[in-house]
């Protein structure tokens, strides 16, 4: 993927754009992309966009603003980016929709998260989303209890299985009693972790080997996804088999992930943002929602954590890394 600058509000200062893409202003629309962390745009969402007849640089500004993995400068970004008057703003990760969407009601929103939108309150329904968000939603919660069979097969007999979540991710407490409900199903015993900060990650590993956590699900979540390499170094350095929701992870060396073609989803927020840019009201764009779910496994930490993957799994995995 060919590098972007990022742009990044700091203290309330932006920086300034070249002198050309402001000189451009006045002719091309302007998108405002608000991301969690810094990287998570992929090439799919800018290939999704081309479909929809818009290319950066040709037809199209994008104004880019990050709070490289810092939830609380997310309000300051959605409101810098409503006061440059952008004709679209896209958004990456829950905390960064309802920042926006508490910024603006008027500025279309495409968002791209993992909540349930309805839940979250950022839409009306799923068929009518009505106002001016609409977007793609992954629905990682209602993999949780998929995840926890996977794991259960990669690893079976496991007395403990950890969930490790996010206290501040909107959706954590109907996570949590998803992967509990699933677990009562198969009489798996589960013991919750929370982590919000870096810190709190290492010690929620920590407790996880104290306690005997044979294996452990990630969830799905935007900082855990920008802390990955740092989560999948202690799931190796504490030799856990662990399960996590995008396959980031599992290249990143974690054992296995089970989640939707990311490729996919962005590809699709992209062309949700061109047909707003061309007229189209939020109000009147369905929720789109993953058709396609991979299973990817790291053939190479499976060995080195000790573990025959049985050919069955193999044999379903979209993806094998060796």
Do not use: C
Not at 105 to 129: C, E, M, Q, W, Y
Not at 231 to 240: E, F, G, P, Q, T
Not at 297 to 314: D, H, Q, S, Y
């Amino acid at each position: 993927m060919r590098r972007r600058e990022f742009i990044t509000l700091l203290g309330g200062t932006a920086a300034a754009w070249p002198l050309a893409a402001r000189a451009q202003r006045g002719a091309l629309p302007v998108m405002g992309m608000l991301d969690f962390m810094t990287g998570q745009f992929q090439q799919a969402f800018l290939k999704g966009l081309e479909e929809a007849g818009f290319v950066e640089g040709r037809n199209l500004i994008i104004e880019y603003r990050s709070a490289e993995g810092h939830l609380d400068r997310l309000p300051a970004l959605a409101a810098d980016l409503v006061r440059r008057r952008v004709n679209v703003i896209v958004t990456v990760g829950d905390p960064a929709a309802l920042s926006a969407k508490a910024a603006t009601s008027t500025i279309p929103i495409v968002f791209f998260g993992g909540v349930d939108p309805v839940k979250l309150g950022l839409v009306a329904t799923l068929n009518r989303p009505g106002g001016n968000v609409t977007g793609v939603s992954t629905f990682t919660s209602t993999l949780i209890a998929k995840r926890l069979e996977l794991l259960r097969e990669l690893v079976p007999g496991v007395v403990t299985i950890g969930f490790l979540m996010n206290p501040a991710n909107e959706g954590h407490a109907s996570d949590a009693s998803d992967i509990e409900t699933a677990a009562h199903s198969v009489r798996q015993q589960i013991i919750l972790l929370n982590a919000s900060t870096d810190q709190e990650i290492d010690a929620a590993i920590t407790t996880a080997v104290q306690r005997g956590v044979g294996a452990l699900i990630v969830n799905g979540d935007a900082f855990f996804n920008s802390r990955r390499d740092r989560i999948a170094a202690l799931a190796a350095r504490y030799k856990i088999p662990a399960s996590y929701a995008t396959r980031a992870f599992a290249v990143s060396g974690g054992l296995m992930s089970y989640g939707d073609d990311r490729r996919e989803t962005l590809r699709w927020a992209g062309i949700y943002a061109g047909r707003i840019l061309k007229g189209e009201r939020p109000a009147d764009l369905p929720i789109m929602q993953p058709s396609k779910f991979e299973l990817v496994i790291n053939l190479k930490t499976a060995k080195a954590l000790g573990l025959t993957v049985p050919p069955t799994l193999l044999a379903l995995a979209d993806e094998v890394i060796e």
